[in-house]
């Protein structure tokens, strides 16, 4: 047999045992962090995945009023600052219960500021606003903006509902 030949073959039965590896490795990994969800605890409609909630026309919701002291939101990071497709605010829930963000205001320094649409953060949930054009998630949210928000020195402001600030960040 040619070496040529010999090699296309050690080739492609390495190629078949490595597929084959990989897809025992999937198979057992899936089976392994498999979670299962009871029928009876899903709604009757769900919502499609990626669609964030609305409130009804004229029927404005009534936020909770959080003690002016007490720390429920934090701005944990900004990243890609002055790279308009890279740039990105990172917000982290902090405290217990649920924390509607709606018409909550993130505000620069330059006064720029996003009005959050209607989104809830639950315990230890977190939020990336995207300074670009995009489709709003529940975990991703499009500011759309054609230009950077952010510069290095820049103080970020974030406001509830009633303009009380809750977070501030300092971009280094």
Do not use: C
């Not at 969800?37 to 029927?59: H, K, R």
């Not at 002291?69 to 649920?98: A, H, P, S």
Request: aromatic share 8%; proline share 6%.
């Amino acid at each position: 047999m040619k070496p040529w030949k010999r090699m296309l073959l050690y080739l492609a039965l390495n190629v078949l045992v490595s597929v084959v590896a990989t897809l025992l490795v999937l198979t057992w990994w899936d089976r392994a962090h498999r979670v299962e969800i009871p029928l009876t605890s899903l709604p009757a409609q769900a919502a499609p995945a990626q669609a964030l909630p609305t409130l009804p026309a004229g029927n404005p919701a009534a936020p909770t009023a959080i003690p002016e002291g007490q720390t429920v939101i934090e701005i944990k990071n900004v990243f890609g600052v002055g790279d308009l497709q890279n740039e990105v605010v990172l917000l982290k829930r902090v405290g217990d219960g649920e924390l509607s963000l709606v018409r909550w205001k993130m505000q620069g320094s330059s006064g720029d500021s996003y009005t959050f649409p209607d989104l809830v953060l639950n315990k230890d949930g977190a939020v990336q606003i995207f300074t670009h054009s995009g489709e709003d998630t529940v975990i991703e949210l499009f500011w759309g903006r054609d230009q950077a928000a952010w510069s290095s020195g820049e103080q970020i402001t974030l406001a509830d509902a009633q303009g009380i600030i809750r977070a501030t960040y300092t971009i280094p």
